[in-house]
């Protein structure tokens, strides 16, 4: 369904621009009358020249007009290459400003909005959609208000020299529109459709890349570039259609002028023969016409900048508008220092709408209590960290850390006292001693080593190339997947978490390793309070309490000793796991 131009998108984008009003103004309303003043004075000059000067041969008269000329044209260059200059930097602050703000918003958003949108839909916001206002920011606004004025002055001065032929050429412009309404129209649907196809485009092509391992070992490669080759075909096709019915504006123009001069010159003719219309007057009409085509294309062209600027700007203020779902009270408490006392009461939670993953579910962990969550693949574990995290809120219930409801407490208090280690570790491009440093910025160079000794991490680290300096790239790929993990077991070591969350934290580290971290565990969850999701049931037979999960129900509760007694499902899990061990032994 086709969408009306939305001038209030245009608005919200003129908000980012009044933070500079005040030395935008200024500079806009003195360039703008130097540069318009001086434009419309050229003409009018060169009809006095033919008329006074040339036809009665005084030659001081000529020049004294030939010199005033080249002034004003000296004028105008010097206001345009200011105002050009000028805007421009003005404009990349607004551009500065608007992705600052952008990427600002989507830290702030909540994991549900990252749940349905690939990474590739939201770097095209920030990148693409941002560049795409640079013309209207730079240039465009600015030649609007220029364009508009000196259109009005045309028409003053060509109404005031001969009301009558000014009338006979302007009548020409409402047929102009009436041609290129039907084209404006097919011109906005053409660019929200780009806009659209170059989303998907950019959202697989980052998708492709963070999948290439894997797309390389399925042999994949071939489909794969089909599938782009595909895509971009479609996307050059939309492209080209949009660019050639921006470039019919042109041609439109040209001809609606053409058919102005034609009325010029015969209608003018008959004015010269009857005495109303000197040549020079001609002449000078000759030239207003020129300037008053030349402004009617660029608003042509300002109105594609805006059709584009338009698309752009519903995809931004679309992300700007989106409110995440877990959103902090308006004056939310500070949660003071905790001792650890978790308790999840009564909790139900459905990632969509009529498929609870957590069914009414009541837990509680006492400060410096460890507390193992195990279960098959969906069966609610993670989500109860999460909830924890408060990544996500609960449909009904609440969670409660020494007693305060974490949602009456700022998010940045509460996560900054819960420590969290995941099986996918992300490590960012830059030193290693950076991204242990990510748990505690404040942190010195000791107790970065330190907390990477206690997970025995310091080993490798200290034979890489340049130790804690070594540069590693984006999620680390130079790293195995058990040096990954460990860097993010010293980075949430460092920042001395009073609960602590290992979600798999160690299953993509070898057995010996593993050993090391159990025994480095003993002594630094001391005190802590800490919930270890594992599948390997052998790293958690030492936690206070292991709770055993079942389709978003908590179905056993109770130490290692208490739960193989029982002989239910926990029983059932251990001997199918020796099993497997020792078959495959």
């Not at 200024?26 to 040339?54: C, E, H, R």
């Not at 001395?496 to 003993?522: G, H």
Request: aromatic share 8%.
């Amino acid at each position: 369904m086709e969408k009306a131009f939305d001038w209030s998108q245009l608005k919200r984008m003129g908000e980012y621009l009044k933070p500079y009003s005040r030395e935008l103004l200024p500079i806009i309303l003195v360039t703008m009358i130097l540069g318009t003043l001086s434009k419309l004075a050229i003409p009018y000059l060169i009809s006095l020249a033919i008329d006074k000067a040339i036809f009665n041969g005084d030659g001081n008269l000529l020049l004294i007009y030939a010199s005033t000329m080249l002034a004003l044209y000296v004028v105008q260059w010097l206001v345009n290459v200011y105002r050009i200059r000028y805007i421009n930097v003005i404009g990349q602050k607004v551009l500065f400003d608007l992705r600052y703000a952008l990427f600002r918003h989507i830290q702030q958003l909540s994991f549900r909005f990252f749940d349905k949108r690939p990474a590739g839909s939201v770097l095209v916001r920030i990148t693409n959609d941002v560049n795409s206002l640079q013309d209207l920011f730079t240039n465009g606004v600015v030649n609007l208000m220029i364009d508009c004025v000196q259109l009005v002055g045309i028409v003053i001065i060509l109404l005031t020299l001969s009301p009558k032929l000014g009338i006979a050429i302007i009548i020409t412009v409402p047929l102009m529109f009436i041609v290129s309404t039907s084209l404006r129209k097919r011109i906005r649907r053409a660019w929200q459709d780009v806009r659209m196809k170059q989303s998907r485009i950019n959202s697989h092509l980052a998708e492709s890349i963070q999948g290439i391992r894997v797309t390389q070992a399925f042999t994949q490669e071939k489909e794969n570039i089909k599938y782009f080759d595909d895509m971009n075909t479609i996307n050059k096709k939309s492209w080209d259609r949009a660019s050639m019915l921006n470039q019919a504006f042109g041609p439109i123009i040209e001809l609606t002028a053409a058919i102005g001069t034609c009325i010029l010159f015969w209608y003018g003719s008959y004015l010269i023969e009857s005495k109303e219309l000197t040549i020079g007057m001609l002449v000078a009409f000759a030239s207003y016409i020129g300037n008053f085509w030349e402004p009617i294309n660029r608003l042509g062209q300002m109105y594609n900048q805006m059709l584009v600027a338009m698309a752009s700007s519903e995809r931004i203020f679309e992300f700007l508008d989106e409110k995440p779902n877990v959103a902090e009270k308006a004056e939310p408490k500070m949660l003071p220092p905790i001792k650890g006392d978790v308790r999840f009461e009564n909790i139900v939670f459905e990632y969509e709408r009529g498929r609870p993953a957590l069914k009414g579910i009541s837990l509680e962990a006492k400060a410096g209590e460890s507390v193992a969550l195990v279960g098959h693949t969906g069966s609610g574990k993670s989500t109860i960290m999460n909830l924890l995290c408060r990544f996500y809120d609960p449909v009904e219930g609440r969670v409660l850390v020494d007693g305060h409801d974490i949602r009456d407490v700022s998010l940045q208090s509460l996560r900054s006292q819960v420590g969290i280690v995941l099986q996918d570790t992300f490590i960012f491009s830059g030193s290693i001693r950076d991204n242990i440093r990510f748990g505690r910025l404040d942190a010195t160079n000791d107790e970065i080593q330190a907390a990477a000794k206690a997970v025995h991490a310091h080993d490798f680290i200290s034979k890489l190339p340049d130790g804690y300096d070594t540069q590693v790239e984006e999620r680390g790929n130079m790293l195995s997947m058990g040096q990954r993990q460990l860097l993010s077991f010293a980075r949430a070591l460092l920042a001395n978490p009073r609960v602590l969350i290992l979600d798999e934290a160690t299953a993509s580290i070898d057995t010996e390793t593993e050993l090391k971290i159990q025994e480095a565990l003993k002594t630094l969850l001391i005190g802590r309070t800490s919930f270890i999701i594992a599948h390997r049931l052998s790293t958690i037979r030492g936690a206070d309490k292991i709770v055993v999960l079942d389709h978003g129900n908590i179905m056993e509760e109770g130490n290692h000793d208490e739960l193989m007694r029982l002989e239910g499902i926990y029983h059932g899990l251990v001997q199918a796991q020796y099993k497997f061990l020792s078959e495959a032994v």
